[in-house]
């Protein structure tokens, strides 16, 4: 990203309290009716024991913590799903600057502060989307 935009030193937090019933609705919404997502007695035969949420919701957070933020900007989010977040946990998306300034260290952490995801948000230039506009269009 450009050098002379003055990027927040924090991303602005989202949160979401989850419980069965949203990570239902979430499981309509994407279709993804995973049994250890939303059966509370196949998920306890599994290592986990329990329901664990989508790893898509907590990256859904997240991109509310970007937009919220940063607005629309072009930007690549590199991440990865460290941990499982059991279902009736609070999922809270944030991120800080990275030292080079362009982009932000981000995470997703439960209420006690297990980070269930992270990784790192860089800002793109415009010339770099263009550019790959271009050969997506030859393709």
Known sequence: M??????????????????????ARYAALTADFNPIHV???????????????????GLSLLAQAIETTLGPVPHQVNVRFS????????????????????????????????????????LLEPTKIEQKESSDDRN
């Not at 059966?39 to 919701?57: E, K, V, Y």
């Open 2 to 23: 450009t050098s002379n935009l003055a990027l927040p030193p924090h991303l602005t937090q989202a949160r979401i309290e989850t419980n069965a019933t949203k990570t």
């Open 39 to 57: 059966d509370p007695d196949f998920a306890q035969r599994t290592p986990f024991g329990a329901p664990i949420n989508h790893g898509t919701l």
């Open 83 to 122: 941990r499982p977040a059991p279902v009736g946990v609070s999922l809270i998306a944030a991120g800080d600057l990275l030292e080079t300034g362009d982009g932000y260290h981000v995470h997703v952490t439960t209420d006690d502060g297990v980070r269930v995801i992270e990784g790192t948000l860089h």
